[in-house]
T-cell receptor, first 114, second 114 residues
Framework: KAGVTQTPRYLIKTRGQQVTLSCSPISGHRSVSWYQQTPGQGLQFLFEYFSETQRNKGNFPGRFSGRQFSNSRSEMNVSTLELGDSALYLC?????????????FGPGTRLLVL | GNSVTQMEGPVTLSEEAFLTINCTYTATGYPSLFWYVQYPGEGLQLLLKATKADDKGSNKGFEATYRKETTSFHLEKGSVQVSDSAVYFCALTLYGGSQGNLIFGKGTKLSVKP
C-alpha cells in the first residue's frame, strides 16, 4: 500500500505571497491532519479533517486554512506569508478519527519564505 | 494543560550500548502514547504505541511501557546500532478540544558511533 504523499517536497516563496500544499493519504484513510515543524517550536498541530469536515484546529492564525476533498485528499493554504512560516509541513493520515488511531506521516513539504 | 516532556539531547552512544530516552506526560483523562522516529531529511515514522496503562509497545528492538502511576513512557533498546541515529519524539493523543490530535515532546537526537 502506498504511503502518505505530499507535494511539492520543497518550495521557496517570498513574504506576502500565498502557498498551497497538497497531501494524499493512504488509500482508505479518511482522516488527515497537518503539523508544522520548526526548530524553535517543534511539532505543532494545525488542523484535522475527517470526511471533508474540519474536526479540530490548533492555535494558528486564520492565515492558515485547509480543506479536504471527497477522495480524502487534503490541501492546506497559507496566505500572506511571513518569514516565520518557514518550516517543514507534515501531513498525517489515519483510518478514522479518534484518540487511539495511529497517524502515518508523509515526508513533508519544506517551505522557505524569503 | 496537556504536555509531553522528553530528556534533552543530543544523546551520543557507542554501538551496542543500552539506550534509554525518558518521556513523561501531563494529561487530563487517559491518553494514548506513541514514539515516533525521524531520520534526517524525512518525515516521522511510527516506532511503537501503547493505548492503556501497563501496555508495552515494542518494535525493532525498541520497547516502552505505559506507566500511569509515574506518567511515563520511557523508550529503551538493549543494543543500539549506527542505523538508529535519528531524532525520537514522544507523543500523546487526547481527542477533542483545541489541543488537537498528537501532542509532541521536543524530540531527542540520538547519535550512535561505530
Amino acid at each position: 500500500k502506498a504511503g502518505v504523499t505530499q507535494t511539492p517536497r520543497y518550495l521557496i516563496k517570498t513574504r506576502g505571497q500565498q502557498v498551497t500544499l497538497s497531501c494524499s493519504p493512504i488509500s482508505g484513510h479518511r482522516s488527515v491532519s497537518w503539523y508544522q515543524q520548526t526548530p524553535g517550536q517543534g511539532l505543532q498541530f494545525l488542523f484535522e479533517y475527517f470526511s471533508e469536515t474540519q474536526r479540530n484546529k490548533g492555535n494558528f492564525p486564520g492565515r492558515f486554512s485547509g480543506r479536504q476533498f471527497s477522495n480524502s485528499r487534503s490541501e492546506m493554504n497559507v496566505s500572506t506569508l511571513e518569514l516565520g512560516d518557514s518550516a517543514l509541513y507534515l501531513c498525517a493520515s489515519s483510518l478514522r478519527t479518534g484518540q487511539q488511531e495511529t497517524q502515518y506521516f508523509g515526508p513533508g513539504t519544506r517551505l522557505l519564505v524569503l | 494543560g496537556n504536555s509531553v516532556t522528553q530528556m534533552e539531547g543530543p544523546v551520543t552512544l557507542s554501538e551496542e550500548a543500552f539506550l534509554t530516552i525518558n518521556c513523561t506526560y501531563t494529561a487530563t483523562g487517559y491518553p494514548s502514547l506513541f514514539w515516533y522516529v525521524q531520520y534526517p531529511g524525512e518525515g516521522l515514522q511510527l516506532l511503537l504505541k501503547a493505548t492503556k496503562a501497563d501496555d508495552k509497545g515494542s518494535n525493532k528492538g525498541f520497547e516502552a511501557t505505559y506507566r500511569k502511576e509515574t506518567t511515563s513512557f520511557h523508550l529503551e533498546k538493549g543494543s543500539v546500532q549506527v542505523s538508529d541515529s535519528a531524532v525520537y519524539f514522544c507523543a500523546l493523543t487526547l481527542y477533542g478540544g483545541s489541543q488537537g490530535n498528537l501532542i509532541f515532546g521536543k524530540g531527542t537526537k540520538l547519535s550512535v558511533k561505530p
